[in-house]
């Protein structure tokens, strides 16, 4: 195949530039022992062998020798070129030379006991920064942590070992036998490294078999694109000629739509055709004619073969093209033939003729011939590509639905702001999805700010990039630095090319960036593409970039919130801090007002981070002091912030800043920092120890005469009490909360915020009691102000209503509080919120229809929150797992559930105890033994008494005459009855007349 000009342009990066390479450090086992006992005639001629087959093999592979020092030496691949199968090449170059260095013999006499020679090498990926090197530094200088890693990876590898880091093989990591996957902590890394022990090539070929060997993704869509393939092949099979070809770019699932057709076309017993299958590689099998000869082989053995099928085999080279025209011509002429090509733009010239003369003769002839091709886009034609665009199907990325339904099914507990955050990165590119849903897997939690996956799949960026125009990367680069989504003026500023300059638009053609839904914008496609990118920029053009493009932001001006996000992001990034900061601080606040919780979280830390890399020298004491008090005030709103959504993260702010203010001496900033602790400490469920930070707060406001704080504190509180189950104590505190609050709810929407939350509280509180008519009265008042606003404190009363709502057995309308919940919730990003109305919502479906679904809801529920840290009123989520799975009768299930429930209750969380205690007893009973069912009952009881619940009291009640234990279920029927029909338990009503129709 011939060079474009724009992979030749890219071939020769200058040096000095970040680069994404593939390291291999490979060392010879035992060399010290060897050179006390060899001469140093016999050693040095063994260096020299050594030193032949790293300079044969290492080229072959695609490798460049960096350094040979001794008997070591590091070689990097992806210089001066990137190739997404850097990593393969660097793990088959390892592979061929331990097998060589296997057979090679050291000069002169050995030890009896010499067991040979043997290497040890480790194999690594990363941004390297490629300077030009000297006789002291080897050919290649190259800068950072990825050739360290690499040589301590070769450290931590035994006698002729080959270890491989997950981030350098990823998915390639299948074209290999290895061992299971572990974790290694190496000297001067902070963070365990994943890598694999690799033994041999594994039998595949095709980065489809990789994929397969792997774990396929979840095959979502395609619905068009497989209809228009069957089209075809009807066509087809009535006698006609087609070549169909599917264009996409890498990971978009050519080949595994493919896949899906080949095997329904298989299937097809009423409509015989012959399939045969043929790829193209850039590496390894490059013999010409590959795709074809791929096809010969598996023909290999064909019955009733046809004589071209000898001539096709025993063919001299030159001649080998005609023989398989031959041979597939007279295939047709007997039935109907599927020939399969996949990437096409790998293909060699012989190849590329030979399916063109196939095509023709075909024709020609009027052979039922489908050939099926896919390639990427190469931006320029294929040589001799296919001339009919109605025979070119240009797939694209999954729709948001579908990627949804991607992610769902890769990772079906993962809470929905994650999935959010995956399918905004991947862009619909189902590779992307698949990675970054491992990545999210692995690390448990969401993915880090310009997290782009593996090196490897950086690799395939970036080997794309290289492919460019010069003109054309550098504009993606620069597109990079702005962001994911790029203001035309913006680019026509620091380009000069606006959205129609053929350079741009190329782009677009190249799958880089588009036009964004937003007149006079562009994003890239990809999230991921635009992170690997910005990585590999070299450091001081990206902070000359960010300083000019900030420049230019303030120049032009905006909407403040945005501009404020906009100018932080970019002053932190040219290390600008005061800037930085200032901005950060500005955009957190805006965000706080608006109640975008998750954007106000962001922008608050990335103040208090810019706070700390401020230049502290020469600061005075003033000054330090300044600077502290205001770290102090920036981590009280993010505690404002965190209320709805918090976590350990949050807390362990809180903490520092109560350490600063306990230094800083000011009573006042003492007591607001108390405060907020003990406010986050109640959003994660630490009831004692909040409860100990609101007093310290009362008490030190009290000293330093903080009327304003004194006004809120009853309310905290009185809703960490609340949540203590201690409601004697709680309800006093709240009143006296909303009577002040009331008085300022019309001063300021913090103070009605803070009305509203309290009378929240109050309603549950009433509701848990039995109070149902005066819950929902008090609700009412709650919401008024925000019913409909979207607003955080909308999506938590909307949570409780729903709470009360299932106590009182009106499943319809706690499913509909539930929801609203949920949407506001994951609207504000709330997980909190977010995840109490999904759960609740399930549990309402459980009990209204008996939802298969509910008990996976709930478990989802409980999962998105796990990551937190947080446990407030996780005892409802226990509890209703709890009900479901004893109902169920799986018992092994329930008892967890009922465990954790009880465990959340010795940390004062008792709102899912008592329905813990009955699905326990319910499970002894089915069991036949009454005496621990009976137990379990009065424990029930009182969990329920604690909180002085009317309701869980007549509930217990009907369990108890459900059950019937002894002859005291009929009291406890009539006494459920008649508490049901007094707090208008509706749902309970129904269940009460069920359990009393059955026989006894």
């Known amino acids: 195949m011939t060079e474009s000009p724009a992979s030749h342009a890219a071939s020769a990066p200058a040096l000095g530039q970040r680069r994404l390479l593939t390291l291999l450090f490979v060392d010879l086992s035992g060399s010290t022992a060897m050179a006390e006992w060899m001469e140093a005639e016999h050693y040095a001629a063994m260096l ?81 920064l490629v300077n030009e090197g000297d006789q002291m530094r080897g050919r290649f200088e190259l800068l950072g942590n990825a050739p360290n890693i690499a040589a301590r990876l070769s450290e931590a590898a035994k006698r002729d070992e080959i270890i491989a880091s997950e981030e350098s093989l990823g998915l390639q990591s299948q074209f290999f036998e290895t061992g299971p996957r572990f974790s290694l902590q190496l000297r001067g890394r902070a963070t365990p490294l994943a890598a694999y022990r690799v033994h041999g090539r594994a039998a595949i070929g095709r980065r489809f078999e990789a994929s397969m060997r792997r774990g396929l993704a979840p095959f979502v869509g395609r619905g068009a694109e497989l209809a228009a393939l069957e089209a075809a092949l009807a066509r087809t099979l009535a006698g006609h000629t087609l070549w169909l070809g599917i264009r996409a770019g890498a990971g978009v699932g050519k080949t595994r739509l493919i896949e899906k057709f080949l095997r329904h076309a298989e299937d097809q017993a009423d409509r015989p055709c012959r399939i045969h299958r043929g790829y193209c ?40 093209a005609d023989a398989l025209l031959a041979l597939l011509l007279a295939l047709a002429r007997r039935t109907p033939q599927l020939v399969c090509i996949d990437d096409l733009q790998w293909a060699d010239d012989a190849s590329l003729r030979l399916l063109h003369r196939l095509r023709a003769a075909a024709q020609a002839q009027g052979l039922a011939l489908l050939l099926l091709s896919a390639s990427r886009p190469t931006g320029e034609p294929l040589p001799g590509a296919h001339d009919d665009p109605a025979q070119l199907i240009e797939l694209p990325p999954l729709s948001e639905t579908e990627a949804a339904r991607a992610v769902q099914q890769l990772l079906p507990q993962i809470d929905p702001f994650i999935a959010a955050e995956v399918q905004r990165h991947a862009g619909g590119n189902p590779l992307f999805i698949e990675e970054l849903c491992h990545a999210a897997a692995d690390a448990g939690e ?49 380009t000069g090319y606006g959205e129609q300059h053929p350079a741009v638009r190329a782009l677009a053609a190249q799958d880089f960036i588009f036009p964004d839904q937003r007149p006079g914008h562009l994003r890239f496609k990809h999230g991921i593409t635009r992170d690997v990118v910005y990585e590999a920029t ?50 957190g606040d805006q965000a706080l007002a608006a109640s975008a919780l998750d954007r106000a979280k962001k922008q608050f830390r990335a103040a208090l981070a810019a706070l700390e890399f401020m230049q502290r020298a020469g600061e005075g004491e003033d000054q330090a002091r300044q600077r502290r008090r205001r770290w102090v005030g920036i981590a009280q709103r993010l505690g404002m912030a965190c209320v709805f959504d918090a976590s350990q993260d949050d807390l362990r702010v809180l903490r520092h800043a109560a350490e600063l203010a306990r230094a800083d001496g000011d009573a006042n900033l003492v007591a607001r920092t108390e405060y907020w602790l003990a406010y986050v400490g109640y959003a994660l469920g630490e009831t004692r120890d909040s409860l100990r930070h609101a007093r310290a707060a009362v008490q030190t406001a009290q000293g330093c005469g903080d009327t304003a704080l004194l006004a809120q504190l009853p309310g905290t509180v009185g809703q960490l009490q609340a949540a203590a189950a201690d409601y004697a104590s709680a309800l006093p505190m709240l009143d006296l909360a909303i009577g002040r609050q009331r008085e300022r709810a019309s001063k300021s929407a913090v103070n009605q915020i803070g009305l509203s939350f309290s009378l929240c509280c109050r309603a549950y509180v009433l509701g848990d009691q039995g109070h149902f008519q005066r819950a929902h009265e008090v609700f009412a008042e709650a919401l008024a102000p925000f019913d409909g606003s979207s607003h955080a404190v909308e999506a938590s009363i909307q949570g409780w209503r729903a709470a009360v709502l299932l106590w009182q057995g009106r499943w319809a309308e706690a499913r509909e509080a539930a929801a609203v919940a949920h949407r506001v919730g994951a609207q504000v990003r709330s997980m909190f919120t977010c995840a109490m109305g999904h759960a609740a919502g ?53 008892r967890q559930h009922v465990a954790l429930a009880l465990k959340r209750g010795r940390q004062h969380d008792w709102v899912g105890g008592a329905m813990a205690y009955r699905a326990a007893a319910r499970l002894a009973a089915r069991m036949g033994d009454t005496a621990r069912a009976q137990r379990y009952l009065a424990l029930a009881r009182s969990a329920g008494e604690r909180r002085n619940s009317a309701h869980e009291a007549a509930v217990t009640a009907l369990l108890e005459a459900e059950l019937k234990l002894d002859d005291g279920w009929r009291a406890a029927r009539d006494r459920a009855n008649a508490e049901f029909e007094r707090m208008g338990m509706s749902g309970f009503v129904e269940r009460a007349l069920l359990a009393a129709t059955r026989p006894e």
Do not use: C, K
């Open 48 to 128: 020299a062998g050594l030193r032949t087959l790293y300079e044969r093999i290492v080229p072959h592979h695609g490798g460049v020798i960096a350094r040979i020092q001794g008997d070591g030496m590091l070689a990097l691949f992806g210089h001066p070129e990137v190739r997404e199968d850097d990593g393969r090449r660097a793990t088959e170059a390892a592979l061929e030379l331990h097998a060589a260095v296997r057979e090679l013999l050291p000069p002169g006499p050995r030890p009896a006991d010499f067991p040979g020679l043997a290497l040890h090498s480790g194999i690594h990926a990363g941004i390297v």
């Open 281 to 320: 590689e850039s590496y390894l099998s490059a013999e010409p004619l590959q795709p074809f000869l791929q096809m010969l082989r598996a023909l290999d053995g064909l019955e009733d073969a046809p004589p071209e099928l000898f001539a096709a085999q025993h063919s001299a080279p030159g001649q080998r």
């Open 446 to 494: 969401g993915l880090a700010e310009g997290q782009s996956g593996s090196a490897w799949l950086a690799a395939l960026v970036e080997s794309r990039v290289d492919r460019l125009a010069p003109e054309q990367a550098r504009l993606v680069r620069i597109a990079a630095v702005i962001g994911n989504v790029i203001p035309v003026w913006l680019l026509e500023i620091l």
């Open 538 to 587: 070299g450091l001081h053009e990206r902070q000359a970039l960010h300083r000019h493009i900030s420049v230019a932001l303030a120049a032009r001006g905006g909407r403040e919130s945005q501009l404020h996000e906009q100018l932080a992001y970019h002053d932190a990034a040219a290390n600008d801090w005061p800037a930085a900061a200032r901005h950060a601080e500005a955009a």
């Open 842 to 894: 399930a549990y309402g479906a459980w009990m209204q229809e008996h939802d298969p679904a509910a008990r996976q809801h709930i478990l989802d529920a409980t999962a998105w929150l796990a990551p937190r840290g947080g446990g407030l009123y996780s005892s409802f989520q226990h509890g209703w797992l709890a009900d479901i799975l004893s109902d169920q009768g799986d018992a092994g299930a329930a």
